[in-house]
C-alpha cells in the first residue's frame, strides 16, 4: 500500500496541485470541525439561529426549504451531529485522499444547502467551494498523493 503511494506520484504527477489544494481543504474541515465543538456546538441551537437569521434573504424557498426548516428547528441537536459527521468525514477523506468522489459527493450536497439557505451568514464564498467539490468529483482528486490510487489500481471503477 504504502509503495502505491509513492507510485500515485509518478502516475498521476500533473495533479500535484490538486492534491495540494485538496489537503488543505481537508484540513480546513478539519480546523472547522475542531473550532465548532470548541464554540459549543452541540449546547446551543447555533444552526436553528443561522437559519432564522438568514430566513428573509434565503435563495431557495418552497416546500423543502420548509420542511428542512422544520426539521432543523425541531431536531437541532441531530442535525448539528450530522453536520459535525458530515464535516469530519470530508476532512479526513481530502486529506487521506480515501474515497475522495465520494465524500466530495457529500461536499457538494452540504456546501449546496449552506449556500441556497445561509448564504447570508456564512459569505458568498460558498459557491466556490461547492466548485471544489465538484473538481475534486470530476478528476478524481484522492488518486494522487492519497490512497485512492491504491484502491483504483486493484478495484478499477468509478469510485476510486
Given at each position: 500500500?504504502l509503495?502505491s503511494?509513492f507510485?500515485s506520484?509518478?502516475?498521476v504527477?500533473?495533479?500535484?496541485?490538486v492534491a495540494?489544494?485538496?489537503?488543505?481543504?481537508?484540513?480546513?474541515?478539519?480546523s472547522l470541525?475542531s473550532?465548532?465543538l470548541q464554540?459549543?456546538y452541540?449546547?446551543?441551537?447555533?444552526?436553528s439561529?443561522?437559519?432564522?437569521?438568514?430566513?428573509?434573504?434565503?435563495l431557495?424557498s418552497g416546500l423543502?426549504?420548509e420542511?428542512?426548516?422544520?426539521?432543523i428547528?425541531?431536531?437541532w441537536?441531530?442535525?448539528?451531529?450530522?453536520?459535525l459527521?458530515?464535516?469530519?468525514?470530508?476532512?479526513?477523506s481530502?486529506?487521506?485522499?480515501?474515497g475522495?468522489?465520494?465524500?466530495s459527493l457529500l461536499?457538494?450536497?452540504?456546501s449546496l444547502?449552506?449556500?441556497l439557505?445561509?448564504e447570508?451568514v456564512v459569505?458568498?464564498?460558498?459557491?466556490?467551494?461547492?466548485y471544489i467539490h465538484?473538481l475534486?468529483f470530476?478528476?478524481?482528486a484522492?488518486?494522487c498523493l492519497g490512497?485512492?490510487y491504491?484502491?483504483?489500481?486493484?478495484?478499477?471503477g468509478?469510485l476510486?
Open positions: 500500500m509503495a503511494f507510485e506520484i509518478k502516475y504527477g500533473h495533479m500535484w496541485p495540494l489544494i485538496r489537503i488543505v481543504v481537508g484540513y480546513q474541515y478539519l470541525l473550532a465548532r464554540k459549543g452541540l449546547e446551543h441551537a447555533y444552526i439561529e443561522q437559519l432564522n437569521l438568514s430566513e428573509a434573504h434565503v431557495a423543502y426549504f420542511l428542512f426548516k422544520s426539521l428547528q425541531s431536531q441537536l441531530v442535525m448539528t451531529y450530522v453536520l459527521t458530515i464535516e469530519g468525514l470530508i476532512g479526513v481530502y486529506v487521506l485522499g480515501l475522495v468522489r465520494i465524500t461536499g457538494v450536497f452540504l444547502h449552506i449556500f439557505y445561509f447570508l459569505g458568498s464564498g460558498q459557491i466556490y467551494l461547492l465538484l475534486f470530476l478528476i478524481g484522492g488518486r490512497l485512492d491504491y484502491l483504483f489500481k486493484s478495484r478499477r468509478l476510486w
